[in-house]
């Protein structure tokens, strides 16, 4: 069974910095669209940041210019940067896997392996 799991979350000041990790099981970030999700208490859970089957990284507006992913080279653990946070960034962040085609990238019901989620919190 694939499992993906998250770390890293935490407690930080706007416009400070944290970086959450995901570590999936097999070979599932090589023959899928990987990516963040992030869900705040009452709301719906929203796009983050993604690396396509093709590698081609997209990113949620609201967090372009502050949020990079990356990943190894062997592809098996995956990165997100997070900089000059807001308190809007505060949410609990997923990392997820799945077989999304292009046009659906953005819709977390395309992912189908999710990991439990790690909690940001940006607050003075």
């Known amino acids: 069974q694939v499992q993906v799991q998250e770390s890293g979350g935490g407690l930080v000041q706007p416009g400070g910095s944290l970086r959450l990790s995901c570590v999936a099981s097999?070979?599932?970030?090589?023959?899928?669209?990987v990516g963040w999700f992030r869900q705040a208490p009452g709301k719906e859970r929203e796009f983050v940041a993604v690396?396509?089957?093709?590698?081609?990284?997209y990113y949620a507006d609201s967090v372009k210019g502050r949020f990079t992913m990356s990943r190894d080279n062997v592809k098996t653990t995956m990165y997100l940067q997070m900089d000059t946070l807001k308190p809007e960034d505060t949410a609990v962040y997923y990392c997820?896997?799945?077989?999304?085609?292009?046009?659906?990238?953005?819709?977390?019901?395309?992912?189908?392996?999710w990991g439990q989620g790690t909690q940001v919190t940006v607050s003075s």
């Open positions: 997820a896997a799945g077989r999304a085609i292009l046009s659906a990238i953005r819709d977390p019901n395309m992912y189908g392996h």
């Open positions: 097999g070979r599932i970030f090589v023959s899928n669209s």
């Open positions: 690396f396509s089957k093709s590698s081609r990284t």
